[in-house]
């Protein structure tokens, strides 16, 4: 039997397994850096801490569902990171701002590279704030339009002077399906001043994963720390729960025959996951 077959069958018996309840949330409010004051939502593990932590930023259609509850991508990945002992706040830069989602015409109010930067480093800021978190082990992890924006973070550009932080900017970084990954975006001289972790999917037609993987090795052949993973038959949001794969009509600018695919694959979810735990723990634990 092979490995994918181990993988597959494992994930079965965790399927018939209850869902882990989501830690308790804390809606809380700051301000973006040099910005206006948004929203975050904050889960924590059980105990007094003090906690590693992420701040999570959400794709183009924003934190919430048509129900009005946090996205199920975003549930999920609460469940995994609280359970390993992570504080999470995921960052909500759009309902404070009057913007539903940014998936059809870019807005300028809330652009990958300058804009949701400031919001992140706000949310670090906040967290460094607060006595259950280990402010100096912080990581910034993005989904799409979120992803790009955790390029542009992690990045030289980076719009905010991590100096003015009281405990310094993030200690990793990861990335999964980014936009904006054009080199033309952010130039032969881009290079991560952080670990990087990068999840593409070889089949995602939304951002789609040739330039990605044209930036990837151009940052490897740079010397920078980045590992960076293809998924085959992977989607676009191929780590969300569902393994229903949907075309999304409707967007402007989209193409009306083969129309961009949203979808999770078992297999790639259970290695992200896997994925990014080993390199959160590389890079947020110990001294």
Known sequence: MNDLRKLAMGLCMLAALPALPAAAQLKVAFPSIGGPEIDGYVYRPEGAGPFPAVVGMHGCSGMWNREGRVSALLRLWVRVLTAEGYVVLLVDGFTPRGVVS?????????????????????????????????????????????????????????????????????????????????????????????????????????????????????????????????????????????????????????????PPLVGGNPVARADTQLRVKAFLAENLRGD
């Open 102 to 258: 940014d998936c059809n015409v870019g807005s300028a109010k809330v652009t990958p590279a300058l804009v949701r930067p400031r919001d992140a480093h706000g949310g670090l800021r906040w967290l460094q704030e607060q006595p259950y978190v280990r402010g100096d082990r912080v990581a910034i992890m993005g989904w799409s339009h979120g992803g790009g924006t955790v390029l542009y973070a992690a990045g030289p550009g980076n719009p905010v002077a991590v100096s003015d932080l009281p405990k310094g900017g993030f200690r990793a970084a990861v990335s999964l399906y980014p936009g904006s990954c054009y080199i033309r975006r952010h130039g032969n001289w881009y290079l991560p001043t952080m670990p990087l972790l990068t999840l593409l999917g070889a089949a995602d037609n939304w951002t789609p994963l040739g330039p990605c993987v044209e930036l990837m090795e151009r940052i490897k052949s740079r010397g920078g720390r980045l590992d960076y993973v293809v998924y085959p038959d992977a989607h676009h949001g191929f780590d969300g729960p569902s393994n229903e794969v949907v075309p999304l009509i409707g967007l402007v600018g989209a193409d009306r025959i083969n």
